[in-house]
């Protein structure tokens, strides 16, 4: 919050002095993240009211005060069980979500709408309207009927993440899940119901996105699709050995695909600290025994004040990594898989977030960082939506060309 500032008067200053590096301080074109959740209760509490004082990272305010211009909502479910049941509570429960932000976007007409193309982000943008976007995390949700992803498709939805931790009947993921009976080391990488999403996803003009999605799956991917595919929210590797990043060979794939990966602001997938981890896990072990429940449940328990000031003397105690340690993951994907293929996600109000860039208000401190890195104005406006915008008009065009053939 300091940083950010002391950086706003900075800029204030330079505009007011008309010097030269004014217009080199001046935000991106377009600043757009690919990842940002929503709770359960969203718009239904005015504690998750976008248009209100939220404690949520994302919100009206906290988009205007950062420049941040737009945001790809993500209607997520859980992995459950692959039965009937289990469908239909994730299709149920994405209904919501879809129900959710189309009240959002109802509610506050004059400040943000809902994109389905590119060009209306920039529209948006141009009337100065912030933009909200559809993104499906966890092909669960279609509950094992292709109709659904059409349905999605009508609801807004633009991208489609196929799985989420743990395996499903779309594909293997690159965290199996023990509880769900997943062995460590996938028997599958796309099933028959896997490669028929990511024909129609093709065909109607979605995304697909494959972060959260197995190593194997990600190549099977992109050996069957006849557009670009995006890495919604997945860092680097080579710097974070952690199963959710991507390896030089995948990024070196995605973008040969003409795709692009989106850097998440994740702590753990930026730099592994197993102390702070640890010590995480027992806060929250604390504060949901202190609530009367069995495990801790972040919609109910991150927003508690046991939970904020237990996290702020871990924060002091055992530092999250910083806006340049990201910064390192986005610099070392651009010398691998080029400038045109790299974006950014925060994962916002579902895991994401570090010093410095730890809401959205806090947007420019990024920008700060990837000019401390070197990075030129062109490159940064790549960086922060113009790749993304690029791959979604291409999808957008080809799906025309994937429906006749
Ligand atoms: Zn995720």
């Excluded at 109802?106 to 100065?128: C, E, F, H, M």
């Excluded at 996803?201 to 959260?212: E, K, P, T, Y």
Aim: net charge negative; with cysteine.
């Amino acid at each position: 919050m300091k940083t950010f500032g002391l950086l706003g008067s900075g800029i204030a200053l330079a505009f007011a002095l008309g010097s030269p590096a004014a217009s080199a301080q001046q935000d991106p074109p377009i600043t757009l993240d690919t990842h940002v959740d929503i709770p359960f209760a969203y718009m239904r509490e005015p504690r998750f009211d976008f248009g209100k004082q939220t404690p949520l990272q994302v919100d009206l305010d906290k988009m205007r005060r950062g420049g941040l211009d737009a945001v790809f909502f993500i209607v997520y479910v859980d992995q459950g069980p692959l039965t009937p049941e289990g469908w239909a509570h994730a299709v149920a429960q994405a209904k919501q979500k879809y129900d959710d932000i189309d009240l959002m976007v109802k509610t506050y007409p004059d400040q943000i709408r809902l994109a389905t193309t590119s060009d209306q982000v920039l529209a948006n943008k141009k009337a100065g309207r912030l933009s909200a976007m559809i993104g499906v995390e966890n092909g669960y949700s279609l509950g094992h009927d292709i109709k659904n992803l059409d349905i999605a498709y009508k609801h807004g939805a633009r991208y489609v993440g196929l799985a989420h931790m743990g395996n499903n009947d779309l594909c293997s993921s690159s965290t199996p899940e023990a509880a769900l009976g997943d062995t460590p080391l996938p028997e599958y990488s796309i099933t028959e119901f896997g490669r028929s999403v990511v024909k129609r996803a093709n065909q109607l003009g979605i995304m697909v996105d494959v972060s959260h999605s197995s190593d194997a799956c990600v190549r099977e991917v992109l050996a069957l699709s006849t557009s670009p595919v995006i890495a919604s929210h997945s860092s680097s590797r080579a710097l974070d050995a952690h199963p959710r990043n991507l390896s030089d060979e995948l990024l070196r794939a995605i973008a040969a695909k003409g795709g692009v990966i989106q850097a998440v602001a994740v702590q753990d997938f930026i730099r592994l600290d197993p102390a702070r981890e640890l010590a995480i896990k027992a806060l929250q072990a604390q504060v949901a025994k202190q609530a009367g429940d069995k495990s801790f449940d972040s919609e109910k328990h991150e927003y508690l004040p046991a939970y904020v000031e237990g996290m702020k003397r871990i924060d002091a105690a055992l530092p999250p990594p910083n806006v340049d340690d990201f910064v390192a993951h986005i610099k070392h994907m651009v010398e691998v898989a080029g400038i045109d293929h790299v974006g950014i996600a925060s994962d916002f109000d579902g895991g994401g977030g570090i010093a410095g860039w730890s809401d959205t208000s806090q947007t420019r401190n990024l920008t700060a960082a990837l000019r401390r890195a070197g990075f030129s104005e062109a490159d940064i406006a790549k960086i922060w939506g113009g790749n993304l915008l690029r791959v979604w008009g291409e999808v957008t065009q080809r799906a025309t060309a994937n429906r006749a053939g």
